[in-house]
């Protein structure tokens, strides 16, 4: 430990080290317990439960989800201190964002990763899906690669459903909500024995959209939703259990309701584009856990199967100019398998270890097509580059036809072995040591095309010539590369007397993989055939490549793992006799090889992934929940700061035709809050328990981020907001009723912004919405 953390550890013991006292002690019986606690969730690598562990982390439970009506992973970030994954108009973009790693690319490598009933997630097209009928979530901040592996840089989400095993009954629940959000939940779980239980769920979500796209008289934003799970497991044998679980959504929607930013005015238009931009998901995860309870460690085996296949049809400029569109579809299968060992009992040394291995094969089919306006565009253009005397003797000529067709295959390995011992210092001191040796490897298989037919007529004398003349470029290969990464982590965590309290100060590194630009084909193309335009005015061309060339292109497309060194210190309070849990922590974060999602060269319509050099982030975590009023009262708060800045970042940018270098040096890092700040309060006030109405809850939350710069030079942001949300729920016993409100103050804000062209281009965020659920438990 370095001199600076030694003296942040040493401070923070210092101002905590009377928080096992209660010197507000009265005769309120609230108190305040940790999810973990109360939700039996089986770990099979941790060995302490959260707030034990040296890392910053939050937790929610299904009446919590409730409370706030979060239906989502996007939802749930806004009550997330440092944690922003903002509403990116389709589910395929899951750009999640935690202590300012991560970027908006989706093919790019997560920085935050998503586990769903211990099964990892493979691709983060999978990440944005629809919540329903869940027991709880954790998210973990900062890097936990140790036990995680790569790219959980950021921090980690786990998510967890109901289990059979520990709930019982049938749950039918119905929402309706203005934009005609209408949802309907069924499921049921079943004791099938003492040792098993079986349960089987389904659902329907959707609405007619809030984001009106005025040229095609439609919302921009509506969509239709629908999946099933089945959950199956138990006691197999005395020491031996199992559970399965195989779920299913099926997604398609209007998306990209993107519109002009006015950057000065703050303000995002209404989307207004050629044709709808639309996203269809089909995803299915089966996953099967296995374990073994020896009388000194317990054995655990995680396997899955993964299938994505989705298509989307984006209209890529944006606009009502009919200029580019993209068609893309991906096809995904992924097979994960992990093996862990942990000791059981209290003994002074508690360690885990085991080993990781998974396979994905993605293959991705994107063609580019360039519509009239661009061809137009592009015809001029090579008309331009031609001799005046041989323009001249043109008397009409063709719009192009310029398709960009291409199939790209991205399979990835990693294979991983870990260990992590926990050691007991003292009654009251305990060491946390972790290392990982991770192994990763991308290919890319690419086969692009690109053609552009120009027919015109030529006055050759007294007779006219008309001719068409083709330019095509193809460029077929392959490249790998592959990446070893050791992965340690360094921890000391205090506990304060005997109320739980605990100080903590931990080092670890994490990083994210590396890979290929795929996306950058168009761009490739589009400027190898400006480039031998003029070969069009004697015949048709088809553009050549060797060695060298192709070198350049793989040189071009590919960008490196990012790696970071985490420093934290924290404290996880239990105060006022258990009254009010409170989480505090600092971190710095230093960064190399940052990767940025930013605009491919020419024309500036497609994203590709960049190394950005270095970047320091550091910040503050803090959140506090409570009780009181004998458990009338529930509240909780949070707040993050985020100080994120590029220490090296240099770039070449085009203004007036001629390239510049820029330094980016000291700015801030894009799509990064510099606040992320939440408050929760539901007050419940009883009636009769024999009563038809047994009580009456009435809550109210705010959430709220900013300050948000959109590009690198920080030209444009999103200025701090907050939305206001609250609800109403009668409770009758097996039925309840909720009326709830988002966004009642009518908030107008971007969820993002994006350079395009010489502007930017962004999302409205969600105005006012008003609905009611109504939920019936029966057993």
């Known amino acids: 430990m370095n001199k600076k953390m030694y003296m942040m550890f040493s401070a923070l013991m210092a101002l905590t080290a009377t928080a096992g006292n209660d010197p507000f002690e009265t005769n309120d019986s609230s108190r305040v317990v940790d999810l973990d606690e109360v939700v039996v969730v089986a770990q099979p690598k941790e060995q302490y439960l959260l707030r034990q562990q040296p890392l910053s982390s939050s937790v929610f439970g299904r009446e919590e989800m409730n409370s706030l009506n979060v239906r989502d992973l996007r939802e749930l970030s806004a009550f997330v201190p ?21 970027s908006r690319l989706n093919a790019a490598a997560p920085s935050v990763p998503v586990y769903y009933d211990h099964i990892p997630l493979l691709s983060k097209s999978a990440f944005n899906s629809y919540f329903y ?79 009106r796209n005025e040229p095609l008289d ?86 899955s199967f993964q299938h994505l296949y989705d298509y989307m049809d ?78 001249g003797m043109f008397s009409a000529w063709e719009i192009p036809l310029f398709i960009v067709p291409g199939q790209y295959k991205t399979p990835q390995t990693n294979l991983a072995a870990f260990h992590e011992t926990n050691l007991r210092l003292s009654d009251r001191l305990t060491a946390t040591v972790g290392l990982r040796l991770d192994y990763s490897k991308v290919r890319v298989d690419y086969d692009a095309n690109a053609r552009m037919d120009l027919h015109f007529a030529a006055q050759m004398g007294p007779r006219l010539v008309e001719s068409t003349n ?16 050791l992965l340690p982590k360094f921890g000391l965590s205090y506990r304060l007397g005997s109320a739980g309290s605990n100080v903590y100060a931990q080092v670890s590194k994490g990083y994210r993989a590396g890979g290929y630009n795929f996306q950058m084909f168009s761009d490739i193309m589009q400027t190898e055939m400006q480039a031998n335009g003029m070969a069009l005015q004697n015949s048709s061309y088809n553009i050549p490549h060797d060695a060298d060339a192709y070198e350049r292109v793989d040189k071009t497309i590919e960008y490196e793992p ?23 922590s600092a971190y710095l974060m230093q960064i190399k090889n940052q990767q940025l999602s930013v605009m491919a060269g020419n024309y500036g319509f497609g994203r590709m992934m960049v190394n950005a050099g270095k970047s320091n982030h550091y910040g503050v975590e803090a959140a506090l929940r409570g009780k009181a009023f004998d458990d009338k009262l529930t509240w909780a708060a949070s707040y993050g700061f985020i100080h994120a800045t590029f220490k090296e970042y240099k770039d070449t940018v085009t203004v007036s035709g001629q390239k510049q270098e820029v330094d980016y040096k000291d700015n801030r890092v894009p799509y990064v809050p510099a606040h992320t700040f939440s408050a929760m309060a539901d007050y419940r006030f009883d009636v009769a328990d024999d009563a038809v109405l047994r009580s009456v809850t009435v809550g109210l939350n705010v959430s709220g981020n900013g300050k948000t710069y959109w590009d690198e030079a920080n030209t444009a942001s999103q200025k701090l907001y907050a939305t206001l949300g609250a609800h109403v729920c009668l409770d009758m016993g097996a039925v309840s009723v909720d009326f709830w409100g988002r966004n009642l103050t ?28 109504l939920r019936l438990h029966f057993l």
């Open 562 to 584: 990012e790696t970071s060194w985490n420093y934290e210190v924290g404290t996880h309070l239990n105060l006022f006799g258990g009254k009010m849990h409170a989480d505090l």
């Open 746 to 773: 009518d908030t107008r804000y971007a969820t993002f912004g994006l350079a395009y062209g010489n502007g930017f281009i962004g999302q409205r965020g969600l105005p006012l919405q008003l609905g009611v659920d």
């Open 133 to 211: 009928q869940l027991d709880r979530i954790d998210v973990l901040r900062g890097p936990q690669a140790t036990l995680y592996g790569m790219n959980s840089e950021g921090g980690l989400v786990r998510i967890y459903s109901k289990s059979p095993m520990t709930y019982e009954g049938t749950d039918v629940n119905v929402g309706l909500g203005n934009g005609f959000q209408r949802r309907v939940e069924v499921a049921h779980y079943r004791r099938l024995s003492e040792r098993m239980g079986l349960s089987v769920a389904a659902f329907y979500n959707g609405q007619d959209g809030f984001l």
């Open 314 to 391: 984006m209209d890529q400029d944006y606009t009502v100019a009919n200029r580019m569109t993209l068609n893309q579809h991906q096809k995904m299968n992924g097979v994960t398998e992990e093996l862990a060992v942990k000791s059981k009992g209290d003994g002074r040394w508690q360690w885990t270890t085991g080993v990781f291995g998974s396979y994905q094969s993605m293959t991705t089919n994107a063609p580019v097509t360039f519509e009239a306006d661009m061809n137009a565009m592009l015809a001029q253009t090579f008309l331009n580059y031609m001799p005046e005397r041989v323009r």
């Open 470 to 485: 083709s330019l095509t470029d193809s460029l077929t290969g392959s490249a790998s590369k592959s990446s070893k990464q």
């Open 218 to 303: 439609e919302y921009n934003d509506k969509s239709d939703e629908a999946g099933a799970r089945l959950r199956w497991g138990g006691n197999v044998a005395e020491r031996f259990k199992a559970d399965l679980t195989a779920d299913y959504q099926f997604v398609r929607q209007n998306a990209f309701p993107y519109g002009l930013y006015d950057v000065d005015e703050g303000e995002v238009d209404c989307p207004s584009t050629t044709f709808m931009s639309t996203y269809r998901r089909n995803m299915l995860n089966v996953g099967l856990s296995l374990s073994y309870e020896a009388r000194r460690f317990l054995v655990s085996s995680t396997t």
């Open 82 to 102: 440092s944690f922003a994954m903002p509403q990116y108009g389709s589910r395929l973009t899951s750009s999640v964002y935690m202590r300012g790693t991560g």
